[in-house]
C-alpha cells in the first residue's frame, strides 16, 4: 500500500500498533485481577470501569493545549511515562505489595496518559497522509488498534494464566518503551501559535479556544451525530464491567474472557478492514441504520444462545462488531474533515469527552446491576440500544439523507464566530 512508503505515517502507525498492544493487555489483565482481587465482585470491576472511562471525559478539558503545544513531544512523554509507571507496579507485585486498591489506584493515572495518546494522534495524521488518503489512513488506524485487540485479547487470558502479574506489567512497559522509540521518528510540519504572554493573557486565550471549540461542537448537525453515541456508549460500558463474569458464567474463565474479548477485537477488525470501501458506495446515513440494526440484532441472538454453546457467544459477538468498527472508523473520518486543521485538537477532546460522558454511570450502574439481577439481563441492554439507534437513524431524515463520507465537509457546520 502506498501509505506505507510514507515514514511518517508508518511511525504513527506502528507507534500505535505498540501501544494498543500494551494496552489491551494491561486493560483485560488489571480487569481480570479485580474481578479476583475484589472477591469475584461485580461491584469492583464496575468501580474499575469507572475509573477507566473517567479519564476520557476530563479530555475535554485540554483540547485546547493540544492546538497550541508540539504535539509530537508530547505523545513521546506520554509514552515514556506509562513506561514508568507500569515499571513501578512492577515492583510493588513482585514484593507481594500488590492488592484490590492498588490497582485501582493505579487506572486512572495510566488511563489518563492513554487517553491522551488519541487525540494527539488524530492531530497528526491529517498532517502525515494527503485528505484523499484520510479514511483509508484512520481505517489502517484502526486495524493497527482492533488486530492488536483481537490478537492480544484473545491471548491475554492465557498470558495471566503462564505468567506472573509483574511479568505481565513488565512486557507492557516494554511495549510503550518502543512506541516512544518510534514516535521519535515521526516528522511533521505542527502549526503552532507562540505563547508569549502573561499567564492571565494565556488563561484567556485558553478559555477563548475552549469556548470556540464548543461552539463547534454544539451544531445541531454535530450534535445529531454525537448524542446518540453518547446513548451507546452508556450501554457498551455496562457491557465492559460484566463481560469477565460473564465469561464464568457462560464461559471457562480467563480463557473466555480471552476469547470473548478477541471476538470483539476481530469483528471491529474486520469492519474496519472494509470501512473505507463501504464508505464509496454506500451513504454514511444508510450505512448508519442498517449497521446498528445488524449489530443489535446480532447481539441480543447471542444473549438468547449463551445457555446453548460458546462458540455461538464468540461468533455473534464478532458479528454484532463488524459494522461498529466500520462506523467508528467513518466517524473518525468525518471530525478530521469538518473541523478547521487549527481546531482539531480540541475538537476531538471534546468529541471524545462527550461520547465517554455516560460511560463512568454505566459502569457503576452495569456492575451494580448485574449484582442485583443478573449478569445475562444487564448484558442484554446493550442489544436493546443498538436496535434503538437504528431506529433513530431510520427516523430521522436528515440522518438518513446523508451523502458518502468524502463528500461531508465543513458546509455541513456554521460555527458562529
Known sequence: MHLFRNRHFNALFFGRLFTNIGDSVYYIAMMWMVLKLGGNSTVYTGFAGFLFSLTEV?????????????????????????AGLLLLLVVLSKYGIMNVWLLLLSIP?????????YPLESV??????????????NS???IAYKGSDFFFNGIAGFILAA?????????????????????????????????????????????????????????????????????????????????????NTAGEGASSYGIMTAALGLGALAGAAGADKISRIFPFGKILAAGFLLSGLSWLFMILLSNVSIWYVYTLMFISELSIGAINVLFSAIFQQLPDEQML????????????????????????????????????????????????????????????VVEIDHTYVKLSR
Open 140 to 142: 489502517l488506524m484502526s
Open 345 to 404: 485538537g480540541r475538537v476531538n477532546t471534546i468529541n471524545v469527552s462527550l461520547l465517554s460522558l455516560a460511560m463512568p454511570a454505566g459502569s457503576l450502574i452495569g456492575g451494580v446491576m448485574a449484582k442485583i439481577t443478573s449478569v445475562q439481563l444487564t448484558m442484554s441492554f446493550f442489544g436493546i440500544g443498538l436496535f434503538v439507534l437504528a431506529l433513530f437513524y431510520m427516523g430521522s431524515g436528515r440522518m438518513r439523507k446523508l451523502p458518502k
Open 163 to 247: 505468567f506472573s502479574m509483574s511479568m505481565v506489567l513488565g512486557m507492557n512497559s516494554l511495549l510503550f518503551i518502543l512506541s516512544s522509540i518510534l514516535f521519535l521518528f515521526l516528522k511533521v510540519q505542527v502549526k503552532r501559535s507562540k505563547q508569549t504572554g502573561s499567564v492571565r493573557e494565556e488563561w484567556q486565550a485558553y478559555k477563548r479556544d475552549f469556548k470556540e471549540g464548543l461552539s463547534f461542537v454544539k451544531q445541531p448537525f454535530i450534535l445529531q451525530l454525537l448524542i446518540p453515541l453518547l446513548f451507546l456508549n452508556f450501554f457498551f460500558a455496562i457491557v465492559m464491567v460484566v463481560l469477565p463474569s460473564f465469561a
Open 58 to 82: 476530563l479530555s475535554l478539558f485540554y483540547g485546547p493545549v493540544l492546538d497550541k503545544i508540539n504535539a509530537k513531544k508530547l505523545l513521546v512523554t506520554a509514552s515514556v511515562l506509562q
Open 124 to 137: 497528526l495524521l491529517p498532517k502525515a497522509v494527503e485528505k484523499k488518503d484520510l479514511v483509508k489512513a
Open 109 to 117: 493515572v495510566l488511563s489518563f496518559l492513554s487517553e491522551l495518546t
